[in-house]
């Protein structure tokens, strides 16, 4: 069995793979968490890491730190086994937060840096710079206890991004902020992004993977479901259209099926189409064109993530969709 | 820096800021001088008041004249201790207590005081005395005899003496060094030594034997002169009958030497460190428990080992935690030091002979090394039941017994070293290594051979090893699994954790 590193490097991708996963299951007390799972992640964009709750994300996160260790299956980091070597390259923003209470928010992030590795002064500088970017500047010698919530996640991304890492995972980052601070943070997402920083996010809000993820893993019960571009996920789903028309468009080629959804005016009705799968909206137009087929309205309905993840990952056993990748 | 260290640091640092470490730190020092406060001011004056009505008239200068001498005879026995101490040779007819203390006899307390009593032996102690030597202070008088209070009837028999005499036997009464308690009232008849006529005693309720006694004693004495003189005696042999004493020589061991002393003195440095160090973990133990338990409940340990190992965490606690206990006991330490230059005395008498006990650096350094050995594993233990415990409720489950199976023994094995540091209990619990730390340290001031020290600190030091085995293993099984409710076996069992 190829690993997805070498399965990237065959298919001709000279792109390095900051993260590699090969075959990695974790069982717990016989229960299995993470099973067979292999993926890989190239270097610079952001990588989203999708699955439902309980699916095994924070697991599969907790392995590429080395807080948990793989039953089975090998994991490289930045092309070196899972392990703390390399803590300064590495941020992660944890699902669970919670910070030491007593601790100022500029000794927070200090502490931080310095647990990975960083030399003091260095620390401080890129505290108090991160702080500043934050909005924290005011409260960067208030305990973290005076702190309300909002700020307080803040601290923790400022933490897990004072050694401006090259690997930027984090774990559920929008879980419990407000829209204001979901925005700030996918601002901080996109600007690690563009500095060079390849970012992991695992998240089961697909509006915040649709916004920012290039490429995506979706996984259910532990198992990979999708790997690939959000155009490719997409893809998985037949597409749909609204039209209004004088006839039934069931007998335009590549479409499935054809339901009326009311009547307009003058014996025009409006129909939602649904289309074969690998037919694309573009063909059934054309076909209107060339068999003068009379049309009053013509609409693409572009598959949501939220549909692909319905799709593949919540009415279908895994087993049936796994088989589905890219 | 290395994490360890820095996770070190942030503890001490996290321990420190708190007002229960504040609070805990000063408790001591505070206990102790409360305690030297309110004994002073609060325990009742030393000495108690005697009464004697004597309607014969020769009884009652006779008593107190056995008062005074018995209470020259005890200054006397404390200026020789004094002398003996701060090796002051007085010359002169009264000087008897230049030889030390021991048992003087009435003769010389009579020739001290013929040669000025207590004031010529202070005017000599202040010529000859060293330089650092305190004053002599002379010890209270224990009985002080006093005229009738005003109000007492003591012309009307003893039924009227006695029943004036009650509302002052419930109460101080004045005497020449103030009020002192009245502790017992003596009537003697005029006709006393007749057949049948006795003399009336009335106590505030709580006899005091030795007085009761000195004035029977007196009493007899002079009823035996007189019986003596009736039967035919002459006056001269009466008088030499009367001064004879059984001859005694009573040995004093110097201050300190003796065994039961000696015991005390060469054990209260190592027992008082064991104590230390029972106290001090106890305190500390807590706190390092409060916070892995607030860190577990806070869900901050994810963030922690993104950064750094389990086992670098464990140790970086570790060390906190001992460096806060350490600190702990250092501050107590001066503060006693300091106490005990301040007062005087208890370094010549006390600190000296007990830092004599442990003088050889082999002992001193079985001391320390018992010391920290004793704070590292019970540290791990508190850690352990940290990493087990998600709430204080939990902890409080295991501290419980944990608590008591540290302190029963440890009382067991302080008293029994005080009794005798090689009885058995002692020995055996040297060799179990959660009680050798207390049983050895308490024991080394009194001499333990060498082969009980080494045997003992090796397998003190094995089972350290093998604890810190299994602490890590419940840490790195336990540190993530917060609400879940694992028993201990089970996460010895399991090996999940980097």
Not at chain 1, 199 to 214: I, K, N, Y
Request: contains cysteine; charged residues 15%; aromatic residues 8%.
């Amino acid at each position: 069995m190829r690993g997805a590193a070498q399965e990237a490097v065959l298919a001709g991708e000279a792109q390095l793979s900051v993260l590699v996963l090969n075959g990695v299951t974790k069982r717990f007390d016989g229960f299995t968490a993470v099973d067979n799972l292999s993926f890989d992640v190239p270097e610079n964009g952001i990588f989203g890491f999708l699955g439902a709750n309980g699916a095994g994300k924070t697991t599969t996160l907790r392995m590429v730190l080395d807080i948990l260790r793989p039953t089975s299956g090998t994991i490289q980091v930045l092309g070196q086994p899972a392990g703390r070597r390399g803590g300064g390259e590495i941020g992660f923003l944890p699902e669970e937060r919670g910070l030491y209470r007593q601790m100022t928010v500029l000794e927070t992030v200090v502490y931080f840096g310095r647990l990975k590795g960083m030399a003091a002064n260095a620390a401080t500088t890129s505290a108090e710079n991160l702080i500043e970017r934050f909005g924290l500047a005011p409260f960067a010698r208030r305990k973290v206890e005076q702190l309300s919530k909002g700020m307080a996640q803040k601290v923790q991304l400022a933490a897990a991004l004072v050694t401006a890492p090259r690997l930027l995972i984090l774990d559920e980052p929008f879980a419990g902020l407000d829209p204001v601070n979901q925005s700030v943070l996918e601002d901080v997402v996109l600007e690690r992004a563009k500095a060079g920083s390849t970012v992991v996010f695992s998240t089961h809000v697909m509006q915040h993977a649709e916004r920012l993820c290039d490429r995506l893993l979706l996984i259910a019960r532990g198992r990979k479901v999708f790997q690939g571009s959000q155009q490719d996920a997409r893809a998985q789903l037949p597409a749909r259209l609204s039209l209004t028309a004088r006839d039934n468009p069931a007998r335009l080629p590549g479409v499935e099926h054809a339901e009326p959804t009311g009547c307009a005016d003058e014996g025009w009705t409006d129909w939602k189409i649904v289309l074969s799968p690998g037919v694309e909206a573009g063909s059934v137009l054309e076909a209107c064109t060339r068999d003068g087929f009379a049309l009053r309205r013509f609409e693409t309905h572009r598959a949501s993530l939220h549909d692909v993840f319905l799709h593949l990952a919540g009415g279908q056993p895994v087993g049936d969709a796994s088989e589905v990748q890219s | 820096m290395n994490a360890t260290w820095l996770v070190a640091v942030r503890e001490f640092r996290q321990i420190c800021a708190t007002r229960s470490f504040w609070l805990t730190l000063l408790m001591l020092p505070i206990a102790i001088v409360l305690s030297q406060v309110s004994a002073r001011l609060f325990a009742p004056p030393p000495g108690v008041a005697i009464v004697v009505v004597d309607d014969s008239g020769r009884y009652g200068p006779m008593i107190q004249r056995r008062i005074a001498l018995d209470r020259d005879r005890q200054v006397l026995n404390e200026l020789g201790t004094y002398a003996q101490r701060w090796k002051i040779k007085p010359t002169g007819e009264g000087a008897v207590w230049g030889a030390g203390p021991k048992l003087f006899t009435p003769g010389e307390a009579q020739a001290f005081e013929a040669a000025g009593g207590l004031a010529a032996a202070q005017t000599q102690i202040a010529r000859l005395k060293p330089a650092s030597a305190p004053d002599f202070r002379p010890p209270a008088a224990g009985f002080i005899p006093i005229s009738a209070p005003p109000g007492v009837i003591v012309n009307q028999g003893p039924e009227a003496f006695g029943t004036s005499l009650k509302p002052y036997l419930l109460k101080d009464v004045v005497t020449p060094v103030g009020p002192r308690q009245l502790a017992l009232g003596v009537y003697i008849p005029a006709n006393f030594g007749s057949p049948g006529v006795v003399v009336r005693m009335w106590t505030n309720g709580r006899p005091n034997v030795e007085l009761v006694e000195t004035v029977r004693q007196e009493l007899s004495g002079a009823m035996r002169a007189h019986a003596l003189q009736s039967a035919g005696v002459n006056m001269a042999a009466l008088a030499s009958i009367q001064t004879i004493n059984a001859p005694v020589s009573l040995t004093a061991p110097p201050a300190g030497s003796g065994t039961r002393e000696r015991l005390m003195l060469h054990s209260a440095l190592p027992l008082a460190l064991a104590y230390l160090l029972l106290i001090s973990i106890m305190t500390s133990g807590s706190w390092m428990l409060q916070g892995l338990i607030e860190e577990r409940s806070n869900k901050l340990l994810e963030s922690v080992l993104a950064c750094i190992t389990p086992d670098q965490l464990l140790y970086g606690k570790l060390i906190g935690m001992v460096a806060v206990g350490l600190l702990m006991i250092t501050a107590w330490l001066a503060f006693a030091i300091s106490a005990a230059f301040s007062v005087q005395g208890v370094v010549a008498d006390f600190l000296r002979p007990a830092l004599v006990s442990i003088s050889s650096p082999w002992i001193a350094a079985a001391l320390i090394y018992y010391f920290l050995a004793g704070y590292v594993m019970l540290s791990m233990m508190f850690l352990a039941v940290g990493a087990v415990s998600d709430s204080m409720r939990d902890a409080q489950g295991y501290m419980m017994p944990l608590v008591l199976m540290l302190t029963i023994p440890f009382v067991a094995i302080a008293s029994s070293v005080l009794q005798n540091p090689d009885g058995p209990l002692p020995r055996v619990m040297s060799w179990i290594p959660i009680y050798a730390p207390f049983a050895m340290m308490a024991r080394l001031g009194s001499g333990v051979p060498a082969y009980e020290v080494i045997g003992s600190g090796v397998i003190l030091a094995a089972f350290i090893g093998f604890e810190l085995v299994l602490l890590s293993r419940i840490f790195r099984s336990s540190l993530l699994q917060a609400g879940q409710s694992l028993g201990l076996l089970s996460l010895l069992r399991k090996r999940a954790v980097a």
